[in-house]
């Protein structure tokens, strides 16, 4: 079955850290780009790091610049999300999405971008308290 699946979501303190990992099956990353959303209750998905096929082009949301990074491991087929000093506002559901077609990867952060991806997970939640 081809798909993306993400994992590492969890509950932390504010200030916490936590890595994210999204991993393909049945078909490599390696020629793909990723994007990294999420969505919290009541709001809309947002786009939060996205990642050209090369990893040389990366893209982050204003509130997360500084905190979040973004890398790939073609030999494992995983993008992960580093999440550093987490704030209770980064509380959300995260999605990993792979895209094979060419874009900018501005253009590819967009929330209306989401349903354009060829492959979509189903989400891993994180919690932030206070």
């Known amino acids: 079955q081809l798909q993306v699946v993400e994992s590492g979501g969890d509950s932390v303190q504010s200030g916490g850290s936590l890595r994210l990992s999204c991993v393909s099956s049945?078909?490599?990353?390696?020629?793909?780009?990723i994007g990294w959303f999420r969505q919290a209750p009541g709001r809309e998905r947002e786009g939060v790091s996205c990642?050209?096929?090369?990893?040389?082009?990366?893209t982050f949301l204003d509130s997360v610049k500084g905190r979040f990074t973004i890398a790939k491991d073609n030999t494992k087929s995983t993008v992960y999300l580093q999440m550093n000093n987490l704030k209770p506002e980064d509380t959300a559901v995260y999605y990993c999405?792979?895209?094979?077609?060419?874009?900018?990867?501005?253009?590819?952060?967009?929330?209306?971008?989401?349903?354009?991806?060829?492959?979509r997970g189903q989400g891993t939640q994180v919690t932030v308290s206070s």
């Open positions: 999405a792979a895209l094979r077609r060419i874009t900018t990867v501005e253009a590819m952060c967009v929330p209306e971008k989401w349903a354009a991806y060829d492959y």
């Open positions: 990642m050209d096929s090369s990893g040389r082009s990366t």
């Open positions: 049945g078909f490599s990353l390696a020629n793909f780009a």
